[in-house]
Nanobody, 116 residues
């Protein structure tokens, strides 16, 4: 499996979690990476993206609370999530792709549940 997420769990509102996404089988540094999430009955939402050069962008709903980062040497993507809210409850997925190509991978997801 090219991408494997971990770090999800149950946490109280205001708490923190750090998600990890371990990559294998492809040239990690060539790929843009992102975290997506999907809650039951809702569309999948892109939470944060990080480019090959380390540039980042966030959904308005998580700005100032979440931080995306990547360790190219470890071939791992991270999502630090602070000040969690019940609205952050969802399955979180990591994705990797090369722009302009059909090279794209998805992880199987890790569940995050925030209780108020």
């Amino acid at each position: 499996v090219p991408l494997v997420e971990s770090g999800g769990g149950s946490v109280q509102s205001g708490g923190s979690l750090r998600l990890s996404c371990a990559a294998s089988g492809f040239t990690f540094i060539d790929y843009q990476m992102a975290w997506f999430r999907q809650a039951p009955g809702k569309e999948r939402e892109r939470v944060a993206i990080i480019g090959r050069d380390g540039s980042t962008a966030y959904a308005d709903s998580v700005k100032g609370r979440f931080t995306i980062s990547r360790d190219n040497a470890k071939m791992t993507l991270y999502l630090q999530m602070n000040s969690l809210k019940s609205d952050d409850t969802a399955m979180y997925y990591c994705a990797a792709w090369v722009c302009g190509t059909e090279k794209k991978y998805w992880g199987l997801g890790t569940q995050v549940t925030v209780s108020s």
